[in-house]
């Protein structure tokens, strides 16, 4: 880990794209504010963990769908409408 000190409005460039300015200290809070390109990510930790989290819960549904069945089931839903 890198570790930095920087005052207000001093910055630390990562990379050639990506900007993090201290804008403000109050007790022990600090306003970070980051200049970014738009398909760049930026986000808390905590929102980081919890997208995280979700997306992994989401691929392992996913893995616990039998596609075989689930398909057999679309074929018999269209059979039946196409009877109509």
């Not at 880990?1 to 990562?14: A, D, F, P, Y």
């Not at 980081?48 to 691929?59: G, H, L």
């Amino acid at each position: 880990m890198l570790i930095l000190t920087r005052k207000k409005q001093q910055s630390v460039r990562i990379g050639e794209n990506i900007v993090v300015t201290v804008l403000e200290v109050k007790g022990d809070q600090v306003r970070l504010g980051f200049e970014a390109p738009r398909e760049v990510a930026v986000l808390r930790q905590e929102v980081y963990e919890a997208v995280k989290e979700s997306n992994e819960q989401a691929a392992s549904m996913l893995k616990k769908v039998d596609v075989t069945s689930a398909l057999q089931q679309v074929s018999q839903v269209n059979a039946t409408f196409e009877k109509k």
